[in-house]
C-alpha cells in the first residue's frame, strides 16, 4: 500500500512524533487489509443501508393548544424587563 503517513496525518492535521508514525501507518496498514477483505464478499443480492435496523421518528400529532401566558413564562426569569427576558450583553 502506497501512502505517506506524513500526508495523510497533515491532511488530518495530526501532529504525529517519529514514535508514533510507524505504529499509525501499521494501524492504518491493517485496517486497509481488513477492508480489501471485505470487499471480496458478494454484496450483489444486498441493498444498501444505512442503519441494520429500521428507524423511524415517533412524533406526536401536531395540535394547536394553549401556551403559557406571558406572565407565566417570564415568572421565574431572575431579570426581566416589562415583558422580555433580560440577559447579559455578550456583544461589544
Do not use: W
Not at 422580555?84 to 461589544?92: G, H
Request: glycine letters at 2%; hydrophobic letters at 40%; aromatic letters at 6%.
Amino acid at each position: 500500500m502506497d501512502f505517506s503517513i506524513e500526508h495523510l496525518a497533515r491532511l488530518a492535521r495530526l501532529a504525529l512524533t517519529e514514535e508514533e508514525k510507524p505504529l499509525y501507518r501499521d494501524q492504518l496498514v491493517n485496517i486497509l487489509r481488513y477492508m480489501e477483505t471485505l470487499n471480496e464478499l458478494d454484496t450483489a443480492g444486498i441493498e444498501p443501508t444505512s442503519h441494520v435496523i429500521s428507524i423511524c421518528n415517533v412524533l406526536r400529532e401536531d395540535s394547536a393548544r394553549t401556551s403559557l401566558s406571558r406572565e407565566d413564562a417570564l415568572g421565574n426569569a431572575p431579570d426581566r424587563t416589562d415583558a422580555f427576558y433580560r440577559v447579559p450583553k455578550i456583544i461589544e
